[in-house]
């Protein structure tokens, strides 16, 4: 079993910055993915950026490229997700999760998933 756990949530303004941090019990991760994702109320989860553990390999989507940047840190076995320019559409529940994923940006193919940090930006 992996555990996951995400902080680094908060309430900020529009165009502030915030660093979600992921970390992970497990020490086995040469061959995995770890992801970010998030969910607005009413809303399916989307895919925001993932990292493959071992190259560094990064995803992002459409709507973060620029803006948002995903890092890990082996010694730590700590993934981080750094947002800046955050906008209101950016409000949601944020996750990490973690898997050997055929494809980064699909939330089926991730196995573990933690509990979530809540990110709200207001206009």
């Known amino acids: 079993q992996v555990h996951l756990v995400e902080s680094g949530g908060g309430l900020v303004q529009a165009g502030d910055s915030l660093r979600l941090s992921c970390a992970t019990s497990?020490?086995?991760?040469?061959?995995?993915?770890v992801g970010w994702f998030r969910q607005a109320p009413g809303k399916e989860r989307e895919s925001v950026a993932a990292?493959?553990?071992?190259?560094?390999?990064?995803y992002y989507s459409d709507s973060v490229k620029g803006r948002f940047t995903i890092s890990r840190d082996n010694a730590k076995n700590t993934v981080y997700l750094q947002m800046n320019g955050l906008k209101p559409e950016d409000t949601a529940l944020y996750y990490c999760a973690a898997g050997r994923p055929a494809r980064m940006y699909l939330p089926n193919d991730y196995v573990f998933w933690g509990q979530g940090t809540q990110v709200t930006v207001s206009s």
């Open positions: 990292i493959r553990w071992s190259s560094g390999e990064t």
């Open positions: 497990a020490r086995t991760f040469s061959a995995w993915a």
